[in-house]
């Protein structure tokens, strides 16, 4: 069997990755918040860990891996799209205005994410649905110490759990010193953050043992893994901007109430895309949406492409320098694939890339090999199993088939031309365009053959058209 080795956040190292049931792999990654567009980079722990999915899934087996990715429907920046909406002039309640709000959002996610070629994950829960599931959560923490109620909050006290700030390598007082933390009267330590707090009339809110309230942001991510994975399993993913406070609360929260169970064995943290230099990101106001992209043009697989060729614990810029590379390779490999015949595997070499902490860079490295050696069949299994070609050759890549069959014609009819005035200049021309746009031109007495080579670039063509 492929020994895959992940790097953890935890140890800080790249380990041997041992599943706790190899019938059932259990993954969990921490979703979107509904409220918006995903930007570019809400699309790069997508891609990432649809990687690591399909790999997981190649080597234990499709039905062997459960992967599970919440949405976050109850926050207050969605409560605040919805109030201005309201505010706007939209007709309905604010509650239904919300409920639009995110399953609209959730429909765009779905479409963006689709068009990235990301599997939709095994299972997808919405914490708006297990609101039982944190409530029972939250009196198990304070039946054992671990959270306390004061003025209708109730705040997890991370002085009841000593590990807290090992994920991340801080200790508390660091953490007070660095953090931009809510000092709120109630709170026994500045660092207690919220599991459960209240809400006014005008917001979302559920009954529960300290009144009318909302979970939490930390706590929803507690509850519905444990509730789909159990108490321990095995990945554990995000952005590594998540690790503070995010990741670390909710290893305090499962640990404390689950401690038989250790939550997520490996933690996997991908880095940023940034735009110069900083965080792409809704707060900086620095980002484009995957949409954005798409409705330019720019097809999907071209932005997975990209995402790809940086390892994913290196931050990387979007650069059209990229995408331009990126769309020639695959329209190159794509017509090179579309010649495989039978069925095949993908290269082993690609498969142990992969299996290195997901060294997708080195994958593509494998494929400009493949793609050399003029290997067309586990050219093709490679790239299906990296995601990209699902079927025949998408519309963008294809070989406009019609263009090719005009420019034989014209070839052929100035071969004819040029066998009556022995003048060929016309002919040499065009033969040596089409073969510097990759296209093998195969001339007999019964007439003229284009055929695209591994090479073929069609927009090389477009002077001759
Ligand atoms: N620039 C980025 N690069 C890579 N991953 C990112 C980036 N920004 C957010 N993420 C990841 O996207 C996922 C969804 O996060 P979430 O919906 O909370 O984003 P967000 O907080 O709304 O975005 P922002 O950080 O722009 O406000 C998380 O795993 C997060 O780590
Ligand atoms: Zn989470």
Redesign the pocket.
Known sequence: MTEIRLYNTKTRQKERFQPIDPDNVRMYV????VYDRA?L??A??VIVFDVLYRLLRHVYGPDHVTYVRNFTDVDDKINATALARKEAGAKGTLEELIAERTEETIAWYHADMCELRTLRPDREPRATQWIGAMIAMIEDLIAKGHAYAAEGHVLFSVDSYRDYGKLSGRSVDDMIAGARVEVAPYKRNPMDFVLWKPSSDDLPGWDSPWGRGRPGWHIECSAMAYELLGETFDIHG??I??QFPHHENEIAQSCCAHPEGGFARFWLH?E??QVEGK?????LGN?FTVRDLLDQGVPGEVIRFVMLSTHYRKPMDWTEKKREEAERTLRKWYAQAATAIGNGAPYQGVVAALSDDLNTAQAIAELHQLSLADDATTLRHSLQFLGFMGGDVPDWASVPAADLAALAERLASARADAMATKDFGQVDAMKSALLAAGVEVRMSKDGVDLVPGPDFDPAKLEGLL
């Not at 965080?279 to 707060?283: E, H, L, N, R």
């Open positions: 921490c979703g979107p918040t930007h980079g809400n790069r722990p995000g952005g901007d998540l991908n940023m895309l965080k792409m990101s809704k707060s980002f």
